[in-house]
């Protein structure tokens, strides 16, 4: 199981030293959400945090555009060196055409969809698509909790298309991840239960500890 940190839920305030806890704990990468304001009622990072994310850290950064106009940072975020870009199926832009700038700057290519939306509504875009980024909560705040009936939509897309790797973004925990390990996506994208605990003391150890509970619960 591919487990991505999703830096929402870190000490801000210390950053460098929680990405370095991150990685000694054997994080697989790290997943920083851009908020516009807008298409979510919140704000977070921007395309300078990915640039200085990428100086401090090797792991692979996937970068999830909670945003009305992702076009605007493609081209910026392409020169980060990130692994995937990930846009929203609900966005009102030309989905398939964003989908194919994302590839053409040489990124692989995401799509988060939110629990409101259903797959058949984003059926005809998943051909092109490399990342499919299934939303646990309504997207735009850490430490909500799971809808549990969006499960289903990872073994839907499995079913049609076998090559999509399937992440699972929000309300992973130690009461919901045995539900989700059975619905068998490819990694959980996890901030809250990992992280906000801000407890400075033996940091390590605990993210170590959640991410034991996490990959070895059935
Ligand atoms: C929500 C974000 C998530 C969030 C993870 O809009 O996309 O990445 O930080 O959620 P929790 O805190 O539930 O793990
Ligand atoms: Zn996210």
Redesign the pocket.
């Known amino acids: 199981m591919h487990v991505s940190a ?1 830096i ?2 870190c000490d801000l305030l210390n950053l460098e030293t929680e990405i370095e806890n991150l990685e000694k704990a054997g994080i697989d990468s790290l ?1 920083v ?1 851009i ?1 516009d304001g807008h298409f ?1 009622p ?1 704000i977070s990072f921007g395309v300078d945090m990915v640039k200085q994310l990428r100086l401090i850290s090797n792991l692979p950064i996937n970068v ?1 555009l ?1 945003v009305d106009n992702p076009k605007q940072f493609i081209d910026s975020i392409s020169h980060c060196n990130v692994e995937c870009l990930i846009i929203h199926s609900e966005i009102k832009q030309n989905i398939e055409n964003t989908l194919k700038n994302i590839k053409r700057h040489g990124m692989d290519v995401g799509l ?1 969809i939110s629990p409101q939306t259903q797959i058949v509504e984003v059926m005809q875009y998943l051909p092109l698509v490399d990342f499919a980024l299934i ?10 909790k ?1 809808i549990e009936p969006v499960l289903s939509k990872i073994g839907e897309i499995r079913s049609i298309h076998h090559k999509i790797t399937i992440g699972l ?5 130690e009461n919901t991840i045995a539900l989700i390990k059975a619905a068998k996506p490819d990694t959980l ?6 992280l ?1 605990s801000f407890q400075k003391k033996n940091r390590l150890d605990d993210i170590k500890e959640k991410l034991k509970i996490l990959c070895q619960r059935k």
């Open positions: 999703s929402l839920s997943h959400d908020m979510v919140n999830h909670m988060a939303m646990g909560v309504p997207p735009g705040f850490g430490g909500q799971l973004d929000g309300g992973v925990n994208v996890v901030g809250n239960y990992l906000a």
